[in-house]
Nanobody
Framework: QVHVVESGGGLVQAGGSLRLSCAAS????????GGWFRQAPGKEREFVAT????????DYADSVKGRFTISADTAKNTVYLQMNSLKPEDPALYYC???????????????????WGQGTQVTVSS
């Protein structure tokens, strides 16, 4: 049984920072990955970042590269998304995903993950 729980969303001023956390229990393997996706009203779910859950092999969407940092704490079985310099286009419902290989279609696509959290809302104000 795999449980994925996100936290850390909220309201932040444009240019500010926010850190999201994703704890995934019941999923332990060297090649497991964690991923962050976001979905705004009227838009499709889009890739944000991904990482091996034991660290390394990071990948980012171009829209967040240089501003967001994904990291993993193996001991806590938790993946983090540090979001800096938040912009008006960043507000969305952010989802944490986790899975082991194979990743159907690739690990930068929602189809690559079987386990998802409930989502955490990020709102950016001026």
């Amino acid at each position: 049984q795999v449980h994925v729980v996100e936290s850390g969303g909220g309201l932040v001023q444009a240019g500010g920072s926010l850190r999201l956390s994703c704890a995934a229990s019941g999923l332990t393997c060297n090649r497991c990955r964690g991923g962050w996706f976001r979905q705004a009203p009227g838009k499709e779910r889009e890739f944000v970042a991904t990482i091996l859950r034991n660290g390394g092999s990071t990948d980012y969407a171009d829209s967040v590269k240089g501003r967001f940092t994904i990291s993993a704490d193996t001991a806590k079985n938790t993946v983090y998304l540090q979001m800096n310099s938040l912009k008006p286009e960043d507000p969305a419902l952010y989802y944490c995903a986790a899975d082991r290989p194979p990743f159907n279609g690739g690990y930068i696509y929602p189809s690559g993950y079987d386990y998802w959290g409930q989502g955490t809302q990020v709102t950016v104000s001026s």
